[in-house]
């Protein structure tokens, strides 16, 4: 069971816009910067947000980050058919001294 | 063009122990905090380790604390993961990553390299 927890799945149709949350504490998202990857089966993860909000050069801007208090969101718009993959979030605990993961999201793109 | 390619895993036996490494390419090396995360089989993504870019500094999960420890040779652009008292529940394929502006933020990884403990 992860200290960071994130739906195991979602789901949405093709050009729709879905949207993962991430729930934490107050000596992890509430104090630390946030980050979002994507695996493609198979792949390693590729980062996707960095800093809570900020995109990686070459990541299109379907991708948005957000962070309020002790949660932050991940949010795809314009959904593809690629775009179906296991999304993660991941901070810092400053009470652990340790990297934190979500337990993940299985994205399905119907 | 950075380059992170891990080697060394394979099938140990529970109790053994593995060493594996992580060579780096593309970029100054030693500027860099380096991790290792691991993910089981049809599971999550786990943090094992880090490491400052001295090799002066190393963090650990719990879970290894004691067992392994992350060592890097920054003349050799290589980072490495000695593994002693092997459990079942450390078979993954272990990832390197690069740590970038914070410890905890990943922007490059290697392909991963299969650890499977097992009798």
């Known amino acids: 069971q992860s200290v960071l927890t994130q739906p195991p799945s979602v789901s949405a149709a093709p050009g729709q816009k879905v949207t993962i949350s991430c729930s934490g504490s107050?000596?992890?998202?509430?104090?630390?910067?946030v980050s979002w990857y994507h695996q493609l089966p198979g792949t390693a993860p590729k980062l996707l947000i960095y800093?809570?909000?900020k995109r990686p050069s070459g990541i299109p801007d379907r991708f948005s980050g957000s962070k309020s208090g002790t949660s932050a969101t991940l949010g795809i718009t314009g959904l593809q058919t690629g775009d179906e993959a296991d999304y993660y979030c991941?901070?810092?605990?400053?009470?652990?001294?340790?990297?934190?993961f979500g337990g993940g999201t299985k994205l399905t793109v119907l | 063009e950075v380059q992170l390619l891990e080697s060394g895993g394979g099938l140990v036996q529970p109790g053994g122990s593995l060493r594996l490494s992580c060579a780096a390419s593309?970029?100054?090396?030693?500027?860099?905090?380096m991790s290792w995360v691991r993910q089981a089989p049809g599971k999550g993504l786990e943090w094992v380790s880090a490491?400052?870019?001295?090799?002066?500094?190393?963090y650990y999960t719990d879970s290894v604390k004691g067992r392994f420890t992350m060592s890097r040779d920054n003349s050799k652009n290589t980072l490495y993961l000695q593994m002693n008292s092997l459990r079942a529940e450390d078979t993954a394929v272990y990832y390197c990553?690069?740590?970038?502006?914070?410890?905890?933020?990943?922007?490059?990884w290697g392909q991963g390299t299969l650890v499977t403990v097992s009798s």
């Open positions: 991941g901070t810092w605990d400053s009470s652990l001294s340790v990297v934190l």
């Open positions: 490491i400052g870019g001295s090799g002066g500094t190393t």
């Open positions: 593309g970029f100054t090396f030693s500027d860099y905090t």
């Open positions: 990553a690069r740590g970038w502006i914070q410890l905890w933020l990943f922007d490059y």
């Open positions: 800093d809570n909000d």
């Open positions: 107050s000596s992890n998202i509430g104090k630390n910067y």
